[in-house]
Nanobody, 124 residues
Framework: QVQLVESGGGLVQAGGSLRLSCTAS????????MGWFRQAPGKEREFVAT????????YYGDSVKGRFTISRDNAKNTVYLQMNNLKPEDTALYYC?????????????????WGPGTQVTVSS
């Protein structure tokens, strides 16, 4: 089992950048495919990005492609989400998730473990 804690959220102006971190404890994060999801008030959870166990494969949601970058440092049991050129519509609670299968998935239902989330607010 693994425990996930996100950090790095905050308030930023449109066009700015933030870097989110997700630190895993318990079982090492290299045993998991890792993903980022977000949920805005009144909206469904949305896939943001995912990264394979080795970091060799990454996939992004259409709304963040070209602006967000997911990466991982397995030695630090940490996954990152670099968010550039932020827009007000990126405002949401961002969740880190771990999937112990070998598949890379954009579906939240395949992920087994979730962090409590970190709030990102982008002002216009």
């Amino acid at each position: 089992q693994v425990q996930l804690v996100e950090s790095g959220g905050g308030l930023v102006q449109a066009g700015g950048s933030l870097r989110l971190s997700c630190t895993a404890s318990g079982r090492t994060s290299s045993s998991y495919t890792m993903g980022w999801f977000r949920q805005a008030p009144g909206k469904e959870r949305e896939f943001v990005a995912t990264i394979s166990r080795s970091g060799g494969r990454t996939y992004y949601g259409d709304s963040v492609k070209g602006r967000f970058t997911i990466s991982r440092d397995n030695a630090k049991n940490t996954v990152y989400l670099q968010m550039n050129n932020l827009k007000p519509e990126d405002t949401a609670l961002y969740y880190c998730a771990a999937d112990d299968s070998f598949f890379v998935s954009k579906s939240g239902s395949t992920y087994d473990y979730w962090g409590p989330g970190t709030q990102v607010t982008v002002s216009s």
